[in-house]
């Protein structure tokens, strides 16, 4: 038998929440912008407030709800190059990447995203 079950919102017993995954994962943020644009501005996101251009291929998102600590996973990528998420800038609160051609030099793309695993404050 199927069962389908068709709700607008999980909240925890007392209403006030999200709930808890027991045995389980879930991304905590996600994020994408166009790193090329004069201003920046998300294109689609999760827990992410706002994206701050700190120069070429350096960015830095926000966290609308913090994470418990510095320890979180945060992995992002870049339109055809690499991105990479510096783990000595990781805050409870945001998160500074780095955007890079194969030579290794910073680069605005338009496409970037990304993704964190950890547990929220």
């Given at each position: 038998?199927?069962?389908?079950?068709?709700?607008?919102?999980?909240?925890?017993?007392?209403?006030t929440?999200?709930?808890?995954?027991?045995?389980?994962?879930?991304?905590?943020?996600?994020?994408?912008?166009?790193?090329?644009?004069?201003?920046?501005?998300?294109?689609?996101?999760?827990?992410?407030?706002?994206?701050?251009?700190?120069?070429t291929?350096?960015?830095?998102?926000?966290?609308?709800?913090?994470?418990?600590?510095?320890?979180?996973?945060?992995?992002?990528?870049?339109?055809?190059?690499?991105a990479?998420?510096?783990?000595?800038?990781?805050?409870?609160?945001?998160?500074?990447?780095?955007?890079?051609?194969?030579?290794?030099?910073?680069?605005?793309?338009?496409?970037?995203?990304?993704?964190?695993h950890?547990?929220?404050?």
């Amino acid at each position: 038998m199927t069962s389908v079950l068709n709700v607008d919102t999980i909240a925890d017993k007392a209403g006030t929440g999200p709930v808890g995954l027991t045995k389980q994962t879930a991304a905590k943020a996600f994020y994408i912008f166009d790193g090329t644009a004069s201003t920046l501005a998300l294109g689609d996101s999760f827990n992410c407030s706002s994206v701050t251009d700190n120069g070429t291929g350096v960015y830095t998102p926000n966290w609308t709800n913090a994470m418990q600590s510095v320890n979180y996973s945060h992995t992002c990528n870049s339109e055809n190059l690499s991105a990479l998420s510096s783990a000595s800038t990781h805050v409870a609160g945001s998160s500074k990447i780095f955007v890079m051609n194969d030579s290794g030099s910073l680069q605005d793309r338009l496409v970037t995203n990304g993704c964190t695993h950890g547990d929220l404050a």
